[in-house]
Structure formats: C-alpha cells, structure tokens
C-alpha cells in the first residue's frame, strides 16, 4: 500500500557529504514515526535518525552533529543530510516510516536500501 524507494548513495572521500531521498508513493496519513535507519556488515540494523508525531527527532550519537533528518510532505519525500563522513558511516541506508491509523495497530514500511561508502 506504501512503498518507499531510497536513492542518493554512493561513495564518497571521508570528510564529504551525501544527500540521501527517500520517496514514498500511497497514501500516507496517521505517521507515527519516520526516520532513516542503516545496517553495515556483520551488524544490525540500527537507528540513525528518527521523526516522532510529538514533533521531535532523535539521532543516533555516532552521527549526532552530522547528520540532519528533514522531510517535504507535499513531494512525499524524506531526506537524510550528511555532512563529515566517516568509515564507519558505510553501511546500506534504509528510510522507514511506521503509520498508525489507530491505537492497536501500526504498520511499517521500509526501502530497498541504498549504498553509502566512504573511503579512506
């Protein structure tokens, strides 16, 4: 019913900047939660940046001071900010949104993820 496609990723020197999208098709209405999330090899899934319905974002601390969330509701598209990349900012990036049209109940909806490499 959501579909959600990522793009932006690439490789980059360290020190650079990426900019990723994400733009989702369908309706979307009742957003609880959306952000951006990111999995290097051997390792989970994890948070990078994240959009509650209270308004707030949180960052995950490796990228806290890097990286800025942001969203055009009207293009139906988020976006991922990121400034000063490190190594260990590779990793495959996966944008998110969960909907919660009502109180039992949520969905979520993932990307098929998009490359980001950063060289030494």
């Known amino acids: 019913q959501v579909q959600l496609a990522e793009s932006g990723g690439g490789t980059v020197q360290t020190g650079g900047s990426l900019r990723l999208s994400c733009a989702a098709s369908?309706?979307?209405?009742?957003?609880?939660?959306m952000g951006w999330y990111r999995q290097a090899p051997g390792k989970q899934r994890e948070l990078v940046a994240r959009?509650?319905?209270?308004?707030?974002?949180n960052y995950a601390d490796a990228v806290k001071g890097r990286f800025t969330f942001s969203r055009d509701m009207a293009k139906k598209t988020l976006y991922l900010q990121m400034n000063s990349l490190q190594p260990e900012d590779t990793a495959v990036y996966y944008c998110?949104?969960?909907?919660?049209?009502?109180?039992?109940?949520?969905?979520?909806?993932w990307g098929q993820g998009t490359q980001v490499t950063v060289s030494s």
């Open positions: 998110h949104i969960n909907i919660r049209p009502t109180v039992e109940r949520g969905y979520d909806y």
């Open positions: 959009w509650t319905s209270d308004g707030t974002t």
């Open positions: 369908g309706r979307i209405s009742a957003i609880d939660t």
